[in-house]
Every structure is written in C-alpha cells, then in structure tokens.
C-alpha cells in the first residue's frame, strides 16, 4: 500500500470496529519481556511497527508470534537474551525506546541504537534516561546508540518527570516493577496507554496503584507471570473513523470503542455541527450539512485533545465555515500535512515555527497528487481527499501502515472509494 487512490465525493455509511490501539501493544509486547511465563495479546491489528516489534523481540533472543490477530511471546533464560537491539529495528520505530528497560532489567546492560519514527520535531529521551538513572542505572550517550548498565538492581526511587511524557511514563513504570523497593512516580502522564501497562503488569503480578492520575506507586522486586491481556481499543483510529464521517458526510458507528477515550475529539465535532449519539461501548457520527469553523483547538496530554488527532480535526476544518486555530503543545512539525492541504485548495497557513496551524474554511476541495509526510498527516491527508471532488493519489502511503492496518480498506467498506 504505497500509493492510495481516492476519489472523493461520496458520503459513508456503516460501522466499524478499530483493533487495539498501537501505542499499547507496542510497549506491552517489549514490557513481555519482563515475565516468566507466556503473554498473548488479542485484537492486535497487523502493522509495520508491531512486525518489527516480533523481529526485535526474536532478535533479542526472545520468542515471539503471530497466529490470526492474537500475538504471543514466551519467556528465555536470561542467559539467552542479548541487550544489543540490532541498529534495523531500532532505526525503524519510535518505541524501539521501550526495549530500553526491560533489557537493562534482563541483561544488565543495553544497547540501542537512536531510535527512528515520525519525524515530528525533536524527541529526545532525556526523561526515560533521568528515571532510569535516579534508579540506580548509568547512562552513556555516543553519537548514535544510548548504552545503559546497571550494577547490582536498580532500586525504588520518588522520581519527578519534567513534563508528562508517555513514553518515559512507560519506561520507568515498567523498571520500577523490577526495582527493589517502591517508587512513586511524579507528574507521569495519565493517558488510557498507561493505565492499560499498569493493568496488564498487574495481571502478571506486579503491585501498581495511581496509574491514570499524574502519581504512580509501584512496589518492586515482584517477579511477573505472563498473562492473556486484550489491550484497550485504539482511539486515534476511532477518532480518524469519526473523522472520515465528518470530512466525507453520512453516518458512521465505531463500535466495542468506549466513547469517553476519545471524548475531546467528540467534543470537537459536535461543537462544528456533527451530530453524535454516544453508547456504552460504541458511537455514531452523523453529519449533513456544511460544518462551523471558528475553533480555536490546544493540544495537551490526557484528557485534554490528542496531539495525535490534530491532523484529523485539520481535515475536518478545511471546508468548515470560518477560521479555526490548532495549536500542538507537544510536537513541533505535527503539521507537514499542510503541503497536501494547499495542493487540495485549502487555505491554511503553519505558524510558530510549525507550532500552529491557521485553517480558513473553503467551500470545496479538488482531487490532488499528494504525499504522506507522517502517520497520522498522511491519514489526515487521505480523509480530506474523501471530501475533494475529483481523483486524488496519495504517495508514501507506507507511513499510514505505521498505524492503521488496512486504513482504504477500512474507508472502502463505509462506501469510499478509496484503494
Ligand atoms: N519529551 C522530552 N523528553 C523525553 C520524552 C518526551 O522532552 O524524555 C517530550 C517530547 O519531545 C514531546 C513531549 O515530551 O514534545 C511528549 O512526548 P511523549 O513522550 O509523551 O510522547 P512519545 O512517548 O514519544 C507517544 C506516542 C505518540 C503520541 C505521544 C503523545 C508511541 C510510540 N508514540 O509518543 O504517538 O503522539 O505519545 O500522546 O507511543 C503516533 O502514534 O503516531 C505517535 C506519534
């Protein structure tokens, strides 16, 4: 799925289902690392990332597999597994980082290559490695790899994160389930990731209260079985669902997805003129008519509105009436999907050095040749082809495999046609 071909115009109707969300089997599948018995994970939908995931898994020395949508990894001795994370997996993938723990926790010492991923500003790692350090372990930076030892167990430790970061919540979460004695986690991030790690750890033994509130205890030293654990549904996806519902017109139901996980996107479109109708478990996105503008949106972390979703909201903007602002707190290039905006007749304007983006609402967009810039700019780019008239072509499409299973297809059952 290189190359997309979309041509816009046609409203949808339907309902779909998203796997469990990528940014939590990503670091699960490397936190199995830490058990002593197998862990499978259900509903995990087929992406680049979480195949690179199995190849670094098995490249470590440790076992993993696929069979249908369910993903087990079984435990070695650790005489077995290596901490050298092999330069193609870690260049490959963001959450690469997440190997950083468990292997320093298995191996005692780990070496991993800068890790790659979206190119959405500066992502340094200085949080996990700060953590990780008040715990015990010593940290060496060369040009290009992070080589982290630690002599004797890394110990609990009343830790302060600088800033909410996702990842580094995750790092230390997973390390102080290791560590000898209890840490309190300080300012960690609350996102539904981190409460599912916490859940998913505690199935395999592990003593974690506070996840999902910005402090976190966790008791250490406990040894981990392995667990049979369904990851939290995927609410960026959900939320690009709802978003091709609002870009393209028509009614669109996301079902065994929770609304409240993507509340603030919800929120969004109501407030440009969708209608929604929330369930238990699922919800439906209608919209009919023309939608308002005059939005002025903010990233933040959990639950304020989704870094991850600006791109989506941007496309439902672009033919909404009136100027709209979205500024991202977290990310400094979150809209190189702008490129792709101008080529389809809009007119949006990416201020404060890529901080922000100015949308003024055009009446109709026309069919394009476009290219993905990133995962979540490339599916925002393929939802605005769905309302241009004409024929689109999206290239680099690769990107949107990074997050989405089968994105067209997903579009192409709701009646878009899109290949
Ligand atoms: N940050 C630091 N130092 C650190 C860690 C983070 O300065 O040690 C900064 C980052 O540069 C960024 C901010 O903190 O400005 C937030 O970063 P965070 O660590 O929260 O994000 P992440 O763990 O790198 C994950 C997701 C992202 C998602 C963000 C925010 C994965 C693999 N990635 O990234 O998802 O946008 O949390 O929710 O879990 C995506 O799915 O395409 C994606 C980019």
Known sequence: MQTIHIT???????????????????????ASLLCRAPCAFTHVPRLSDVDTSLALLRAVGAGAMRQGTTVTTWPVPDCTLTGAVPPAQA??????????????????????????GCRLGPRPVDI??????????????????????????????DFTLRLP??????TLLMAATQAA????LRGAACEPEIVDMARFLQACGASVTGAGTPVITVRGGRELSGAVFAPVPDRIAAATYAAAAACAGGAVTVEHCPPALLDSFLVFLERSGCDIQR??????????????????????GWPAFATDTAPLAAAVLLTAAGESTIRDTLFQSRFACAEGFAALGADTAVGEGGRCLTVRGVETLHGARLHAP?????AALLLAALCAGGESLLYDAGHISRGYEDLPGDLHTLGALCR
Request: glycine share 16%.
């Open 165 to 170: 970061s996702v990842g580094a919540t995750l």
């Open 8 to 30: 816009g115009g046609r409203p949808l109707s339907g309902t779909l289902r998203p796997a469990c969300a990528k940014n939590s089997v990503l670091p699960l599948l490397a």
């Open 91 to 116: 260049g490959a993938m963001r959450s690469s980082v997440f190997y950083l723990a468990p292997l320093l926790c298995r191996c005692g010492t780990v070496r991993l290559p800068l890790p790659g």
């Open 181 to 184: 004695g209890d840490t309190v």
């Open 128 to 157: 996990h490695l700060a953590g990780l350090t008040a715990m015990g372990a010593q940290v060496e930076l060369s040009a290009d790899a992070i080589r982290i030892t630690r002599n004797g167990w890394l110990h609990g430790t």
């Open 374 to 378: 990133d995962l979540r700019g490339g």
């Open 279 to 300: 369930g238990r478990t699922r919800f439906t996105v209608t919209r009919q008519r023309r939608l308002q503008g005059g939005q002025e949106l903010v990233t933040g």
